[in-house]
């Protein structure tokens, strides 16, 4: 298949996400059903810095994994099988973190789909700074139709 990029317009029609938890600016490439590439633009003005920590601002590692979740989300939702579903977070495994990441870094975020059937999937994931990867790992995730996932509202 033919990659294709997004802006933040194709991003939230995609995903459910929005501010403060959309953590994706733009799509540089997906591939459907094989891998995503995303950036993500650290500013100051991320609602986290206000409490991780004041005075010396990091990102957390878990909204790192939360992001490289939804870069992966897209390489599965722009399959045409998958098109009305939502992509639920099943676990996370050897997640490793290199680099402290703070204001004024840029994430490239890259995960390859290497495993999905019927509902269940898992991807690697990692996140460069300057060609350096900062933070690695596994992403295993579950398929739900969004009729089921509504149905309990």
């Given at each position: 298949m033919e990659a294709q990029n997004f802006d933040i317009k194709k991003i939230m029609e995609l995903l459910p996400h929005r501010y403060p938890f959309l953590l994706v600016d733009r799509v540089l490439e997906v591939v459907p059903g094989e891998k995503a590439v995303g950036l993500k633009n650290v500013t100051?003005?991320?609602p986290f810095f206000q409490g991780h920590f004041p005075?010396?601002?990091?990102m957390p590692g878990v909204l790192?994994?939360?992001?490289?979740?939804?870069?992966g989300a897209l390489a599965v939702l722009t399959?045409?099988?998958?098109?009305?579903n939502l992509l639920l977070?099943?676990?996370v495994e050897k997640f490793r973190f290199k680099k402290l990441v703070q204001p004024?870094?840029?994430l490239i975020m890259e995960v390859e789909?290497?495993?999905i059937r019927r509902s269940v999937g898992k991807g690697k994931g990692s996140i460069k700074i300057e060609d350096k990867?900062?933070?690695s790992g596994e992403l295993l995730f579950s398929v739900v139709p969004k009729a089921d996932y509504n149905a309990g509202e």
């Open positions: 100051m003005n991320e005075g010396e601002p990091l790192q994994i939360e992001a490289l979740a939804q870069v399959m045409p099988e998958y098109k009305n977070f099943a676990g004024g870094d840029q789909v290497s495993n990867v900062v933070t």
